[in-house]
């Protein structure tokens, strides 16, 4: 689609860097789109989870609402490892660009 929109542009250079810029808009766009979605759904999880809580405070014997607080713990549970493994390798990245050693791997 974009290289047909730059197809009129001669320099090459010029139209890469104009798919290119196209290519990161679109990109951002969607990036905020799935990470406003993920948080709505995170929150979701955490009100569903309190609300279980509390409801087992008044009745402790009511089996069908752990079995939904276990669940919803387990789904909160898969999200935090996901962030979790995000922060790793944004973590192993920093440190790749900055050219300094982790501390927390050991050389060889």
């Known amino acids: ?46 009100n569903k989870i309190n609300e279980l809580q509390l409801s087992l405070e008044r009745n402790p014997n009511n089996n069908h609402a752990q079995n939904e607080l ?3 713990k387990l789904c909160l549970q898969k999200i935090m490892h996901f962030k979790t493994k995000g922060a790793i390798l944004r973590s192993k ?12 791997e050991k050389s060889h």
């Open 70 to 72: 276990l669940a919803a």
């Open 93 to 104: 990245v920093r440190w790749y660009e900055e050219g300094e050693c982790n501390p927390n």
């Open 1 to 46: 689609m974009f290289k047909v929109k730059y197809e009129n542009v001669e320099d090459k250079g010029l139209k890469w860097d104009l798919i290119k810029i196209e290519i990161r808009g679109f990109t951002v766009k969607y990036a905020k789109t799935k990470a406003k979605r993920d948080k709505n759904e995170e929150l979701t999880l955490q």
